[in-house]
């Protein structure tokens, strides 16, 4: 920018030209604030979605811009929640993504202090391994009485309150094909 | 009414629509031990002590009764009111606080002589079969052939000794609100008040909503607190109206939805029970048994065959019964708290959780942890790293030298976890709406869905065991397991439309069900969940609607979908007289319209909708037929709803006081102390401080509750790994009044510690009047009130109030009393290290710590 | 003080009647619209002005709106200790607090009607008691000393009426630090700049809400044309009245006082939620601050002068 | 209200017992009248840091003594003339150092310049220091080399009329601010601060000079010096005693006996025996420092009145009171 230009920018010459003679209004405000726009405003998506926390299950407004989430605020069209959010629904875009948040998969061998890596198909691999014979250990064809119990009481299941439905479908399907029944979530009642 | 629950504080944007009501001049009240969040925007707060509610709702019962302020019309036509009950029945009044049958020995009740009067065999037999039934399974084999949907033995006058009515009346007379105030430590006036306020809003003009939480639900009695809120609703008549009904506030974003489609032991998708070893050795006996012929439990063989085709597809066929013999049989209790002692004893080896925290978030810390500590593997799937999976390194049992890393073979795999926003998907919320959620972004690195770990992990098993001859594996190898990926996300992840596509089920056509009335039992349809058809009826994501509030009408029914039907309230036809016309004007919802001949109104009518209101059932009809046009609660065997529970309940038919498992007092009722059939673990690891009228109470003084703050989420995985909530709620801390804090001396913004049996926990001080003491039986009581959210991971870190809590169930639902135990309270910090150690010993000594009390269980 | 009104380039009523005390709608002054110095210079651009209305009574003290500004606008956390004061652990409003929320425990008589829906009617025997709770904010001044003094024109008056920070143009002076009467502006650590409550300007500017007010689940924070909400808030303050809430009123709602661009309704003195009973327009009394400097610089031409009367050596 | 309840004074222990490791009591008694958010100021403290009170004090001691330098060049001084002269460019070259580096961003001092703000003290008072720093640089440099003398002359005359405009602003720069012990004395302060500007700008000149060239500087210090005192009692009082109570307390409280001591006995040194070079010499020094110190008694003062809510809420309930009444 030549000083051609800076000069009518600045502000004390706008003041001169009139219109706001004390500096407290337009002629004080930078090029930056008159081009402010919200950084929602250049989303590329806007994804309508449902708050994770607890079973209000208030609407939300996910804005996607290249990939990344640059906001989730609530969904005015929601009957439930009319766009308000707790707290809690408010701070989703800091949860999800949290400086806490994992992305690589963790394992730790008896008896070891440390973490280690392992590469996430291997680790699908070896837990399927560990259910399977664990199953073969445990498995009851029959009770003592000779009843029909054909199930394992060698491992268990606990989640499912914060998963979505088709995931504990899923879970209960395959578990109970399984033969095994201890599948249990945080919901008792 | 918002009992049982802190409603603004939990769910702030629900509250929303009390704060609308009360600013239209609706009277809200808060009974709560802690003056609340809630409490601040009641218009009357009503302080009780912890685990009393059922003596504050018997004494309403009471006060409705005696003062004949219940609502006649509805109580004589939709309740079970009139129906004589079997004359071997005692009720707990005659017996010290014991009903009929109940067996010492056992430490549980036979529930033969509970049944309506005519019809005994039928209904105990389904009961004894069940070897424990559950309160997802209250829909039990009730009823028989009822004639023209009506109970044998009825008395429309409400005269008859033994009708429901009389012993409803007998049952709760002692409930007078001296002896409500003497309990719950609410006084008199307050009390009275409450009843007015309750009573003037219920009946044809007005009507009353009680919501709770688990404030009701995690006691030894919470099935039976529902029960007696159930009880006072039925009575004036807000049951299935517009405004009324008890509404559970849960706290998960899908929990509904994980009891609906359950990750729970005793029960199917739809609330089909599990079938039990000895009592179900064919469909054909497993659908006699647990279904009634009458009412819509009248098609569960339809439900069940559905359900079967739905997991076993092709495999399953009317020959081999549906694959009903691949189902595994119960035995007893396998909820998680039994498995978790059978992780510690060694017989439970695996563990897969997801996105759940035991470590910080189940009573009993310790044990939860030591039962971690002693498996072959763990599966832990999570979006951050929580304490369920690094007990190992950094549990409280590391730092006091109990546990050391090298000791512990448990071999531990932590999988990262997508987030809400990064698979797709549908919650069920606390009104039984299914909203569905669109995906916005992909999972980063190994982030990924459940969904997508229970599908690629099905298949890897199933690639392993393929070829198997061993008759185990056959249910496996059966599984329709084949769900379209999508390839262009690049990780494989399965289309969730196309499982709940499944859910939905479809005709022989392979067509979307249009509803549950089309399931079939000959095997031409398939269901994964019956309550759930519909759901994707026309091919349509019916969850994913989403037209604005500002479109529809103010049930706005077209956004999202609920079960049943996208019914939003159900037993709707309770909101019309039994003529079918609406009991007035202003509470207008559904009603029988003559000109049409067929029900209408706002909502999806919750009844056939042309069964006219005096269709009477014909003899031979059955399932939904068999319900007369005059009764609204169709899932019940007689169409009614239930004061007297004659069969589903294993604690009684009808709720009374009880102590909880650890409290200061004796019961100032019955000589019977605490709820005789709760469900305990007598063992070392889980010992229960003395209650009152035993040795050793005086150590154990206060009454101890936990709870949750807006700021925070559960175990604190959601919230204690953002830093916006963290810096809101940055530390644990205790509250109790300045009576408390000034009797053992702590300061306000200093340490306490806090003991009891099971551990010592220190927290920091909140002196307020916000936790006045109450008067209970003669003597002041001091809460100490504790947040449990906060564990050794996280943004901010701090011991976890869960340590401190016992493992004591309910009988029905096998839910845990974590909103009421006692302790110790001092000042300072606890203990560190080893130290600790002795210091909780050295209260169990001076206790006496029991696992005794054994046969305190059975009524001593 | 008694000057405060006298003054004669005082602007009507800055530190004049204080419309703390004088409750709106029970003797209902027609708040006349004011367009604040600044606002005008947007000939054509400028916009109704907008402000908040806080409606503390049905307040539950959630802190959604802390949690949505930081998510909006990216304000740092502190994470810091429990204080001590009831579930306040945020302390004020700061350069990192825009929105704050304050928790008031008192013991003190409750008697109000339910249809007020306040409070807890009082039952003999029962404890009176009472939590109030507060979501404070920036109150965007129709006189803003903040903006007065800003020496680089960082700080100014925008279509919207409302007062914003620009941090691509503050030098981190210090001066609206303490100028500002309710203590809202302050220096970020290690920033070296001032930030506060913009009311979203960026979000105004495409027609949202601000995500305070939108996120508020029980609509406490509530926002639109300051005129409208000053009608709603005499309406709301004058049923609480009627229903027996001696306590209620409101707080920089009338220009005849010390004018706001976000006003609260009130349970108890403005002091007892941090805020000053009567505040003032310290800058706009030219005549008292540059009056006796113009004299006390003539003294001085004096006062040399004087020196030299006794001779130049 | 009957029956009232201050939760504050119980909670305030974490509050004022600092660390909450719980040393506030229980319950401590309950303070009466001046009610509170758990005894959290209503204001924030300023943030601005040592640079500021110099610089008060530096562009103070400039603007007079480029006003004394236009006097004795009048009354044929060129010696007392020239000395103070440099004493003003010393504090115009100093002032803006000072100034900028108290900004929390530095490099954006120039945005000071941006605007033209009448209503902003601190912008006017940074046009009128360049102005003055470019007017007093030049007349120096003119005087020095011996060169343009008529426009040498001129920016004398101009650095003279600017110079008590420099010396007074900063007291309307800190007395437009909220912090009451500053606002309420916006009347008597500029004459405090143009009184010790004068006493100082004297006792730098008397310094300089030799004693038989510096006679009207001697006079102008203890004249100067003597009012200066009188006015700082005169402001304590006119605030009243709860709005002066900072300059009894803590750190104010001390730098302000500390000034009074050290300027009256400047003073007096300066009056008895300023013929002498050292005892000048000595007694500029006792004002100069006294100046500095009374300068930074008010800067502190300006801190603690609001850290305190009491000073905000107090008058300010009062006013309402009177307006009641009336």
């Given at each position: ?185 945080q919901a008792r009642i | 009414m918002d009992i049982g629950s802190n409603m603004?504080e939990n ?18 009240i808060h009974v709560d031990p802690r003056y609340t969040?809630t409490s601040?925007?009641s218009?009357m707060h009503v302080p009780i002590r912890a685990g009393t509610d059922i003596a504050f709702l018997g004494g309403m019962i009471n006060y ?26 005692r009720d707990a009044e005659d017996a010290g606080g014991l009903f009929s049958g109940w067996d010492p020995e056992s430490g549980s009740y ?22 424990g039934?559950t309160g ?32 409803l009346?007998k049952h709760y007379r002692r409930y007078t609100p001296e002896k409500v105030e003497e309990i719950t430590g609410i006084s008199r006036d307050l009390f009275l008040k409450v009843c ?14 009680f919501a709770y939480a688990v404030g009701w639900t995690q006691h030894t009695v919470g099935v039976q607190n529902i029960r007696a809120a159930a009880i006072v ?13 008890i509404?559970a506030l849960?706290g ?81 209790d396998?909820s998680i708290y039994p498995?978790i002692m ?16 035991p470590?910080v978030g189940a009573a009993n810390g310790k044990l939860q ?27 409280p ?248 529970v004659?069969?589903?309940l294993t604690d009684g038919p009808l709720p009374t006081h009880y102590e909880p498992e650890e409290s200061p007092f004796e019961n100032a009722l019955y000589g019977q102390r605490a709820n005789p059939a709760r469900q305990r673990f007598l063992r070392d690891d889980n010992p229960y401080n003395p209650s009152g009228g035993q040795p050793g109470v005086e150590v154990f003084p206060y009454v101890l509750s936990t709870y949750r703050l807006?700021?925070?989420?559960t175990a ?16 644990m801390f205790c509250e109790v009044s300045p009576e408390l804090a000034e009797k053992v001396g702590l ?5 306490a510690t806090i003991v009891t049996t099971r551990a010592a926990i220190e927290a920091?001080v909140l002196v307020t009047d916000r936790l006045a003491p109450l008067k209970v039986q003669g003597e002041e009581t001091y809460l100490v009130g504790m947040p449990y959210h906060w ?8 011991d976890s109030a869960n340590d401190l809590i016992g493992l004591s169930l309910d009988p029905n639902v096998h839910i845990g009393e974590y909103k009421v135990a006692t302790c110790d309270i001092r000042p300072?910090?606890r ?5 600790l150690?002795?210091f909780v010993e050295d209260y169990r000594r001076r206790a006496g710590a029991r696992r005794v009390g054994v046969n305190e269980g059975g009524g001593s | ?122 039952v003999?025997g029962e404890p009176?008691f ?184 | ?326």
């Amino acid at each position: 920018m030549g000083i051609r230009d800076l000069i009518p920018s600045w502000p004390v010459m706008q003041q001169l030209r009139g219109g706001d003679r004390l500096a407290l209004g337009k002629a004080a405000r930078s090029s930056r604030q008159a081009e402010l726009k919200p950084r929602t405003a250049g989303a590329d998506e806007v994804v309508k979605s449902i708050c994770p926390y607890c079973a209000v299950g208030c609407g939300q407004r996910v804005y996607v811009k290249d990939g990344e989430i640059t906001q989730i605020e609530g969904d005015p069209d929601s009957p439930i929640s009319r766009g308000r959010l707790c707290p809690k629904g408010a701070a989703s875009r800091n949860f999800v993504q949290s400086p806490l948040r994992e992305y690589r998969v963790k394992y730790r061998r008896p008896h070891a202090t440390e973490w280690e890596e392992l590469d996430l198909d291997t680790a699908l691999d070896m837990i399927a391994d560990r259910v399977i014979k664990t199953r073969g250990e445990t498995w009851e064809d029959e009770d003592e009485e000779g009843r029909h119990l054909h199930r394992t009481l060698g491992f268990a299941h606990l989640g499912g309150a914060t998963l979505d439905n088709e995931e504990n479908y899923l879970i209960k399907k395959f578990f109970t094909a399984m033969g095994a029944i201890q599948i249990e979530n945080q919901a008792r009642i | 009414m918002d009992i049982g629950s802190n409603m603004a504080e939990n769910h702030p944007v629900g509250f929303q629509w009390v704060m609308e009501a009360r600013m239209r001049g609706a009277t809200v009240i808060h009974v709560d031990p802690r003056y609340t969040r809630t409490s601040a925007v009641s218009n009357m707060h009503v302080p009780i002590r912890a685990g009393t509610d059922i003596a504050f709702l018997g004494g309403m019962i009471n006060y409705i009764l005696e003062n004949d302020k219940y609502f006649e019309e509805y109580v004589k036509a939709y309740t079970n009111a009139p129906v004589i009950i079997s004359e071997e029945f005692r009720d707990a009044e005659d017996a010290g606080g014991l009903f009929s049958g109940w067996d010492p020995e056992s430490g549980s009740y036979d529930t033969e002589t509970w049944q309506y009067a005519g019809m005994e065999a039928q209904g105990a037999s389904g009961q004894r079969e069940q070897g424990g039934a559950t309160g997802e399974q209250a829909h039990y084999a009730q009823g028989g052939d009822l004639e023209q949907g009506m109970p044998p033995e009825r008395d429309e006058t409400l005269e008859h000794p033994r009708c429901v009515f009389q012993i409803l009346k007998k049952h709760y007379r002692r409930y007078t609100p001296e002896k409500v105030e003497e309990i719950t430590g609410i006084s008199r006036d307050l009390f009275l008040k409450v009843c007015e306020k309750v009573c003037e809003n219920s009946g044809r003009e007005r009507t009353t909503s009680f919501a709770y939480a688990v404030g009701w639900t995690q006691h030894t009695v919470g099935v039976q607190n529902i029960r007696a809120a159930a009880i006072v609703q039925l009575l004036l008549g807000n049951i299935g109206r517009p405004g009324g009904g008890i509404m559970a506030l849960r706290g998960h974003a899908s929990i509904q939805g994980s009891t609906d489609i359950p990750t729970l032991f005793n029960i199917l998708p739809g609330y089909i029970p599990m079938p039990h070893a000895h009592a179900h050795q064919n469909l054909t006996t497993f659908v006699e048994r647990n279904a009634a012929p009458s009412g819509y439990w009248g098609n569960m063989k339809a439900y069940t065959v559905s359900l079967l085709k739905a997991y076993w597809g092709e495999a399953a066929t009317a020959e081999n019964d549906y694959c009903f013999d691949h189902l595994p049989r119960l035995t007893g209790d396998h909820s998680i708290y039994p498995a978790i002692m059978g992780m510690v004893d060694g017989w439970c080896k695996g563990f897969f959780v997801m996105g759940q925290n035991p470590a910080v978030g189940a009573a009993n810390g310790k044990l939860q942890r030591l039962a971690l500590a002693n498996l072959d593997w763990l599966v832990v799937r999570d979006l951050v790293e929580t304490e369920t999976a690094s007990f190992w390194y950094d549990g409280p049992e590391i730092e006091t030298g109990e546990l050391r890393p090298e000791d512990i073979g448990t071999e531990v795999f932590f999988l990262p976890a997508a987030s809400h926003v990064e698979k797709e998907g549908s919650f069920t919320n606390t009104q039984r709406l299914l909203q569905w959620r669109n995906k916005a972004v992909e999972p980063e690195g190994d982030c990924r869905s459940e969904l997508w770990f229970m599908y690629h992990l099905g298949n890897k098993v199933r690639e392993k065991l393929a070829g198997s001859e061993d008759p185990k594996d056959r249910a496996v190898l059966d599984l329709a397991w084949d769900y379209p990926v999508d390839e262009e996300a690049g990780v494989d992840e399965p289309d969730a439309h196309s499982v709940l596509r499944e859910i939905n089920g479809w005709d022989a056509e392979n067509n979307a069900l249009p509803g549950y009335t089309s399931l079939k039992d000959d095997g031409s349809t398939s269901c994964g969940c019956w309550i759930y058809c519909g759901v994707y009826a026309d091919e349509v994501n019916q969850a994913n609607r989403r037209k604005p509030a500002s479109e529809q009408s103010w049930v706005a029914p077209e956004w999202a979908w609920a079960w049943p039907m996208n019914r939003r309230i159900i037993y709707n036809r309770a909101s019309a007289d039994p003529e079918g016309k609406p009991w007035s004007e202003r509470k207008k919802y559904v009603w029988w319209d003559e000109e049409q001949e067929q029900w209408t109104g706002h909502d999806v009518p919750d009844i056939q909708a042309t069964k006219r209101p005096d269709y009477v059932p014909p003899d031979d009809a059955t399932a939904e037929d068999a319900i007369r046009g005059d009764r609204p609660f169709i899932m019940q065997a007689d169409g009614t709803g239930w004061l007297y529970v004659p069969a589903g309940l294993t604690d009684g038919p009808l709720p009374t006081h009880y102590e909880p498992e650890e409290s200061p007092f004796e019961n100032a009722l019955y000589g019977q102390r605490a709820n005789p059939a709760r469900q305990r673990f007598l063992r070392d690891d889980n010992p229960y401080n003395p209650s009152g009228g035993q040795p050793g109470v005086e150590v154990f003084p206060y009454v101890l509750s936990t709870y949750r703050l807006t700021e925070h989420h559960t175990a604190g995985g959601m919230s204690r790994s953002t830093e916006h909530l963290s810096e809101l709620m940055p530390e644990m801390f205790c509250e109790v009044s300045p009576e408390l804090a000034e009797k053992v001396g702590l300061n306000n913004g200093g340490w306490a510690t806090i003991v009891t049996t099971r551990a010592a926990i220190e927290a920091r001080v909140l002196v307020t009047d916000r936790l006045a003491p109450l008067k209970v039986q003669g003597e002041e009581t001091y809460l100490v009130g504790m947040p449990y959210h906060w564990g050794s991971k996280g943004v901010v870190k701090g011991d976890s109030a869960n340590d401190l809590i016992g493992l004591s169930l309910d009988p029905n639902v096998h839910i845990g009393e974590y909103k009421v135990a006692t302790c110790d309270i001092r000042p300072g910090r606890r203990p560190r290290g080893p130290a600790l150690v002795e210091f909780v010993e050295d209260y169990r000594r001076r206790a006496g710590a029991r696992r005794v009390g054994v046969n305190e269980g059975g009524g001593s | 003080m008694s000057e405060a009104t006298g003054e004669a380039n005082v602007i009507p009523g800055s530190g004049g009647v204080s419309d703390a005390f004088n409750i709106e709608g029970r003797d209902v002054p027609e708040s006349r619209p004011v367009i604040p110095l600044g606002q005008k210079t947007y000939d054509g651009e400028e916009q109704p002005r907008m402000g908040f209305f806080t409606d503390t009574t049905v307040c539950i003290g959630c802190k959604a709106c802390q949690v949505a500004c930081k998510e909006w606008n990216e304000v740092p956390d502190t994470i810091g200790e429990l204080t001590g004061t009831s579930y306040d652990n945020t302390g004020a409003l700061g350069a990192d607090n825009w929105r704050h929320v304050a928790f008031i425990e008192q013991r003190k008589e409750v008697f109000v009607q339910q249809e007020a829906g306040l409070g807890t009617p009082a039952v003999e025997g029962e404890p009176d008691f009472r939590w109030l709770m507060s979501s404070d904010v920036c109150k965007h001044c129709t006189e803003a000393p903040c903006l007065d003094v800003c020496p680089t024109g960082s700080l100014f008056r925008t279509e919207f009426g409302t007062v914003v920070v620009q941090e691509d143009i503050c030098n981190g002076c210090g001066y609206c630090v303490p100028a500002c009467p309710f203590g809202v502006l302050d220096r970020r650590e290690g920033d070296g700049r001032v930030w506060k409550c913009t009311m979203c300007y960026d979000r105004q500017k495409d027609g949202m809400e601000p995500a305070c007010a939108q996120a508020c689940p029980t609509d406490s924070i509530q926002y639109g044309p300051l005129e409208e909400l000053r009608e709603k808030a005499n309406g709301r303050l004058e049923m609480l009245v009627e229903a027996g809430a001696e306590d209620a009123r409101l707080y920089g709602a009338n220009e005849q006082g010390y004018g706001m661009g976000a006003f609260f309704l009130l349970l108890d003195d403005p002091e007892v939620y941090r805020l000053p009973p009567d505040p003032e327009v310290v800058s706009r009394r030219f005549a008292s601050l540059w009056g006796s400097a113009a004299v006390a610089a003539g003294a001085m031409i004096a006062g040399v002068a004087a020196a030299f009367v006794g001779g130049s050596r | 209200m009957s029956g009232r309840y201050e939760p504050q004074p119980q909670l305030a222990g974490s509050e004022q017992g600092g660390s909450p490791d719980g040393r506030g009591a229980v319950r401590m008694v309950p303070e009466e009248e001046v009610r509170s958010y758990y005894g959290r100021p209503v204001l924030k403290e300023p943030v601005w840091t040592w640079e500021v009170p110099l610089y008060l004090f530096a562009g103070g001691m400039a603007g007079g003594s480029s006003l004394l330098s236009l006097a004795a060049r009048a009354g044929g001084n060129h010696t007392l003339a020239r000395r103070a002269l440099l004493v003003a460019l010393g504090g115009a070259t100093a002032s803006p150092v000072l100034l900028v580096s108290d900004l929390g961003r530095p490099e954006r001092f120039y945005e000071m310049l941006r605007v033209f703000k009448p209503t902003s003290p601190m912008n006017l008072g940074t046009w009128v220091l360049s102005a003055f720093g470019a007017t007093t640089g030049a007349a120096v440099a003119g005087d020095i080399l011996g060169i343009f003398p008529r426009a040498t002359r001129l920016s004398e005359v101009a650095s003279a009329v600017l110079g008590p405009a420099l010396s007074t602003y900063t007291a309307v720069l800190i007395s437009d601010t909220s912090v009451p012990v500053w606002h309420a004395a916006r009347r008597e302060l500029p004459f405090v601060f143009a009184a010790s500007s004068m006493a100082s700008a004297g006792a730098a000149a008397a310094i300089l000079t030799s004693p038989e060239d510096a006679a009207p500087a001697r006079r102008l210090t203890v004249g100067a010096a003597l009012v200066e005192l009188g006015l700082t009692e005169v402001m304590k009082r006119r605030l009243g005693d709860l709005v002066a109570e900072p300059y009894e307390r803590e750190e104010a409280g001390r730098l302000d006996k500390l000034s009074k001591s050290s300027t009256t006995v400047g003073a007096a040194l300066m009056a008895l025996a300023g013929r002498r070079r050292p005892a000048a010499v000595a007694g500029g020094a006792l004002i100069l420092a006294g100046a500095v110190l009374e300068r930074w008694a008010v800067f502190r003062a300006g801190f603690q009145s609001a850290r305190d809510p009491k000073y905000t809420v107090v008058p300010q309930r009062e006013r309402l009171r009177d307006r009641e009444g009336a």
